[in-house]
Structure formats: structure tokens, C-alpha cells
């Protein structure tokens, strides 16, 4: 299935997943939001966010038709999300990111209406009660999604690692290994956060994502944001503009950690 739009049945983008998945238009928390800064709380009860990635854990790199996605090893936990609003620990799972056509948008979130070029996507299940990430995608603690801005600037030679595997998984359904990426070189140094419950961003959006999205941006360089846009949809459209926009929030506070 081709979520964006991409697809010969003409209506396949956002506006349309309402007819198979309701809770698109029916849900209490629905993501991406638009976070308006002056609206949200801080909390000082929030713990800091700790995140403990082992490169030995990364498997594979993939197009999945909708984006790109690298996929970790969680049979144990290695790769572990802690502290922020949750209790217990959540396990990596996958990484992937949605970005625009120009590089005047592309994020899901929003800063007081404000798009960045990309948002990166840290994926992580609750391993310590539920048995895998199905189980926990269907419960309203299950997930714990990190986003991470990416704003044009200098290159950054962290993402050009990812981007110079992009060769090998530029059609849709490709798959290649990925060996020893530490996801912690895509982080920005500051890991000050907003934190509210919602939902995943693509189909089945499921409502059992506690989102953590972070401050502050890394960067990405417009060349950079080409090498992405030289990845394929189906029926080989370049991949583009793999975002939702911002759902309404049906009554939600936004907290901040800052
Ligand atoms: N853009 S996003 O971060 O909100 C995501 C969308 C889909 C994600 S998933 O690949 O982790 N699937 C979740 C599921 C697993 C099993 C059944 S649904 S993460
Ligand atoms: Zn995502």
C-alpha cells in the first residue's frame, strides 16, 4: 500500500486514510501537533530523557515504500529509551524519517506553525510489559517515539553515513545490512524535550505513542535533503513529502522538560 498518495488509487494521502482507519478522524490523540510553545507547561517533574544506543544492535537499512528505515536488534535490551514522563524502559526498535519535495517542509511536528526540512523518528516499545512491539503498538503506553528536527545548515557527517547506504535500498522493498551505526551521532547535544500522548503517524495510527520531541535540531545540509529525495516511492516516484500534517489537540497539554 502506498500511503502518500503515491499509488494509482487516486486517494490514498492523509485526507483519505479516514475510510480505513476511523480513528484518523475519530481519535482523541492523534499525531503530528502543532506545538504552540506559549501553550505548553513545564513540568519539573519531568526525569531527563536518557538514551543508551548500542551500534552493535543496528541491523539493516530498508525502503519500505514510505520512507527509510533502519531496524535495530530488540530481542534484549541494548538500545534503551529511560526517564523523560516514562517509568520502565523502552527498547529501540527502528529509525526513519519523513522530509518534503522543497526544503521549506517535511517535518510532522510544527513549532508555532513552523516546518523544519525533516523529522528523524526513534521508535521504541515498552519491553518491560509488553512481549514485542505489536503487542505494545496496540496499547496506550506501548510506544515511546523520539523526534528529531532537522533544520538546513552545514552537512552533517553523521546523517552522511546513513546517506551514502542509500545506493543499495533506492527502490521500494530493498533491504541491506547496516552494521555498527550509532543512532546517538543523530542526536543534537541538548536532549530538552515536549512531551504529549498520541498516536503513530502513518496507518493503522495506532494511539499508544508517548511522543518526546526534542528542541533542538540537528542540522542537514540541501544537498543532503537531494540524496533523499533520490529515493523511490512506488511506482518509482522519488520519495517526497512523507509527512502528516498537524491533527488537532482535542483538549492535550503539551509539557516541556526546558
Ligand atoms: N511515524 S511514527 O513514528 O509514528 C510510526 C509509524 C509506524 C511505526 S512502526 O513501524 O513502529 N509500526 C508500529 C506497529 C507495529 C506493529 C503494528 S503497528 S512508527
Ligand atoms: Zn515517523
Same mark, same amino acid.
Given at each position: 500500500?502506498?500511503?502518500w498518495?503515491?499509488?494509482v ?27 504552540r ?5 513545564? $513540568?519539573? +517533574?519531568?526525569?531527563?530523557? @536518557? &538514551?543508551k544506543?548500542? !551500534? ?9 515504500? #514510505? ?5 535495530? $536488534?530488540? +530481542?534484549?535490551?541494548q538500545? @534503551? &529509551?529511560?526517564?523523560? !514522563? ?5 527498547r529501540?526498535?527502528?529509525? #526513519? ?5 522543497? $526544503? ?7 513549532v ?13 516499545w ?10 505494545a503498538a ?13 533544520k ?12 551514502d547506504?542509500?545506493?543499495s ?10 552494521k ?18 498520541g ?51 482535542k483538549g492535550?497539554k ?5
Open positions: 500500500t502506498s500511503y498518495g503515491q499509488g488509487i487516486p486517494l490514498t494521502g492523509p485526507s483519505s486514510w479516514h475510510q480505513s482507519f476511523p480513528v484518523a478522524k475519530d481519535g482523541s490523540r492523534q499525531s503530528p501537533v502543532d506545538i510553545n506559549e501553550e505548553t507547561e513545564r $513540568d519539573p +517533574t519531568l526525569q531527563p530523557l @536518557v &538514551l544506543y548500542d !551500534p552493535r544492535s543496528s541491523k539493516t537499512i530498508a525502503n519500505n515504500g #514510505h520512507s527509510i528505515q533502519v531496524d535495530f $536488534d530488540d +530481542t534484549t535490551d538500545s @534503551v &529509551l529511560k526517564g523523560g !514522563p516514562v517509568t520502565g524502559s523502552y529501540l526498535r527502528q529509525f #526513519h524519517f519523513h522530509w518534503g519535495s522543497c $526544503d521549506g517542509r517535511g517535518s510532522e511536528h510544527l508555532d506553525g513552523a516546518s523544519f526540512a525533516a523529522e528523524l523518528h526513534l521508535v521504541h515498552n519491553s518491560e510489559k509488553y512481549a514485542d512491539v505489536a503487542n496496540i496499547e496506550p503506553d506501548g510506544l515511546a517515539v523520539v523526534g528529531v528536527f532537522l538546513i545548515g552545514a552537512a552533517n557527517p553523521a546523517l552522511q553515513k546513513l546517506l547506504a542509500f545506493d535500498v533506492q527502490k521500494e522493498n530493498t533491504k541491506a545490512d547496516f555498527n551505526f550509532d543512532p546517538s551521532t543523530l542526536l543534537p547535544p541538548c536532549l530538552d524535550f515536549w512531551t504529549y500522548l498516536s503513530l503517524t502513518t496507518p493503522p495510527l495506532l494511539e499508544s505513542v508517548i511522543w518526546h520531541v526534542l528542541k533542538e535540531p540537528i542540522t542537514v545540509s540541501s544537498g543532503q535533503m537531494e540524496q533523499f529525495r533520490s529515493l523511490k516511492f512506488t511506482a518509482n516516484k522519488p520519495m517526497q513529502d512523507n509527512f502528516r500534517p498537524p491533527q488537532p489537540l492535550r503539551v509539557r516541556r522538560n526546558f
